[in-house]
């Protein structure tokens, strides 16, 4: 049974498109993640949901809308897709705080033409 | 300054040999430290806490230097399977949610 699972796996699409990711854990964490792995391979934290609420939000563009429907769920949702978006999208989750370390999912990697 | 700085690499051994890495962290206040590693278009996987007191996992070793401000990991008796990026990993003051990862150390096992 996969732990956290993203898809889809891969995505390629045109500028200014709306694309969706979708990313579920079965390990009953209460919080989850999205990152962005750019292609110097520098992994930055974009949000965090705990218990379905927005707790972190790093200085995101508003074209990326996370949607939380339950604690199992972390769904991105982004609006007119860049060049500037092309990279590898990480799904993560943690039962409460970062302390204990994070599981990833497999991640989907993004690109725009 | 970056808040989690590594040296790149690649660092290029043989097997068998005996690798260290090092990594800074520029807040003090950090709380909780990890590595973490990632193979090739994989997602990252925790390799290990690192603890005050430093710790050991087989042939893994990791050292926290708090008042330098860095973190280290010692590879013993280098596999093929340790061939890797292996990321600094460190939780800042700000926020218990969020982990700061360095841009990675690739390492290379050669037979």
């Known amino acids: 049974d996969t732990a956290v699972s993203q898809t889809p796996k891969y995505l390629v699409t045109q500028m200014g498109n709306d694309k969706s990711i979708k990313c579920e854990q079965n390990l009953g964490h209460d919080t989850m993640y999205w990152y962005k792995q750019d292609s110097k391979k520098f992994l930055k934290i974009m949000f965090s949901y705990n218990n379905k609420e927005l707790i972190i939000n790093e200085t995101v563009p508003n074209r990326f809308s996370p949607k939380s429907p339950d604690k199992a769920h972390l769904n991105l949702h982004i609006n007119s897709l860049e060049l500037g978006d092309s990279a590898v999208y990480f799904c993560a989750s943690s039962q409460g705080t970062a302390v204990s370390g994070y599981t990833f999912g497999s991640g989907t990697r993004l690109t725009v033409v | 300054r970056k808040e989690v700085e590594q040296d790149p690499g690649p660092f290029n051994v043989p097997e068998g040999a005996t690798v260290a890495f090092n990594c800074t962290y520029s807040?003090?206040?950090?709380?909780?430290f990890f590595w973490y590693r990632q193979d090739c278009r994989k997602e990252p996987k925790l390799l290990m806490s690192v603890y005050s007191s430093g710790n050991e996992d087989g042939r893994f070793t990791a050292q926290l230097n708090r008042a330098s401000q860095y973190i280290s990991l010692l590879i013993r008796d280098s596999k093929l399977s340790d061939s890797a990026t292996y990321l600094c990993?460190?939780?800042?003051?700000?926020?218990?949610?969020?982990?700061?990862f360095g841009s990675g150390t690739r390492l290379l096992v050669r037979p």
């Open positions: 807040n003090s206040a950090s709380q909780s």
């Open positions: 990993v460190v939780n800042p003051m700000d926020s218990s949610y969020k982990l700061i």
